[in-house]
């Protein structure tokens, strides 16, 4: 019952920020858990941030830790994940997820909303 559109990829410099947003349709965003994930060419879909519905928990994956900052706006139907300090590593399409269950997790399993994506390039 809800509808995500991710924005914000592009391409940076190593060491640079880049800030992702995720825009959700429908009436009941406030209801669900959000998380972000990453995959890039030929590799598996990995966790990198999760926040929970009214954004009093957040997870996020040990490469990301400490550069990454996941944030929810709820009056404004929208989850940021803003990222500093970025490496090439970080190179990847990365997708918006909702879970109707509410709970902040890292398996992707968890989440029955999905957006399309946004590329994210970082440059060396």
């Known amino acids: 019952q809800v509808q995500l559109v991710e924005s914000g990829g592009g391409l940076v410099q190593a060491g640079g920020s880049l800030r992702l947003s995720c825009a959700a349709s429908g009436r009941t965003f406030g209801t669900y858990a959000m998380g972000w994930f990453r995959q890039a060419p030929g590799k598996e879909r990995e966790f990198a941030a999760a926040?929970?519905?009214?954004?009093?928990?957040?997870k996020y994956s040990d490469p990301v830790k400490g550069r990454f900052t996941i944030s929810r706006d709820n009056a404004k139907n929208t989850v940021y994940l803003q990222m500093n300090s970025l490496k090439p590593e970080d190179t990847a399409v990365y997708y918006c997820?909702?879970?109707?269950?509410?709970?902040?997790?890292?398996?992707?399993?968890?989440?029955?909303?999905w957006g399309q994506g946004t590329q994210v390039t970082v440059s060396s």
């Open positions: 926040i929970s519905r009214s954004a009093g928990y957040t």
């Open positions: 997820a909702a879970s109707s269950g509410g709970l902040v997790n890292a398996f992707p399993q968890s989440y029955n909303y």
